[in-house]
């Protein structure tokens, strides 16, 4: 099975559906990512937000935004190995982030021949609060069904009907997502990031939203 996953920014793939991801990989599927924004404003967003750690933000005070994408970036490439993802399996679209709604286009465009022929693709939901995740939602939908794909979707951050929700047991995994988790010490940075690495220790399993292109705008969150 073709299983392609959409991470808004590093680290979605993580909090997102990061033991699913292993658990397939195990399981020796075909499994993709795609990391369509670059990170580029987490320092400069979290300053003004004040979610930033003093202790951990280190030399990256003193770094544009260009030099933040690249180490986030690199980070994101050495989570991507360690998830065991194979080199052609590993796809970045660099669209700036918080301006990933300005650049529809551009990620359908790329997303379509990446996802062509995939049995399964991941995603955030489309009600969640970030720009970045709700564009990234509408990236791979529209990709989709401009290719008539027969493809199932797996929502994650979402809230679905019972009947839409599959969940996936990923215990076995946690202590190695904990791990991986550790890699993006950009975004460790963050005050709510660095609470969150704490409950993957804890993390049991996962649940998604299971839908088709058919029920596309029938449930709140597809």
């Known amino acids: ?19 699913s991801i292993l658990k397939w990989l195990a399981e020796a599927h075909d499994v993709h990512i795609i990391y369509v924004t670059d990170n580029r404003v987490l320092i400069s967003w979290g300053l003004k937000a004040n979610e930033l750690i003093e202790d951990e933000i280190g030399e990256y005070m003193d770094l544009n935004e260009d030099q933040i994408a690249e180490i986030a970036l690199k980070e994101a490439d050495s ?7 194979p080199p052609n399996n590993i ?5 700036y982030d918080q301006d990933a709604m300005n650049k529809i286009d551009l990620g359908v465009s790329l997303s379509k021949q990446i996802i062509k022929d ?9 009600i969640d609060s970030h720009p970045d995740h709700r564009a990234t939602h509408i990236i791979a939908k529209r990709s989709a069904k401009e290719l008539n794909l027969n493809a199932e979707f797996y929502v994650y951050y979402s809230v679905s009907p019972r009947e839409k929700q599959v969940k996936i047991k990923t215990a076995e995994y946690k202590e190695k997502l904990y791990e991986i988790m550790k890699l993006y010490k950009t975004q460790l940075c963050q005050k709510g990031t660095h609470a969150a690495w704490g409950t993957l220790k804890r993390r049991r399993s996962e649940r998604f939203g299971v839908y088709k292109l058919e029920d596309m705008n029938k449930y709140d969150n597809f």
Do not use: Q, T
């Open 1 to 19: 099975m073709k299983i392609v996953v959409f991470a808004p920014h590093p680290d979605d793939e993580i909090f997102g559906c990061g033991g």
């Open 79 to 85: 989570a991507a190995k360690a998830f065991g993802f």
């Open 118 to 126: 995939a049995d399964r693709i991941v995603i955030p939901g489309d």
């Open 91 to 95: 796809h970045y679209f660099k669209i």
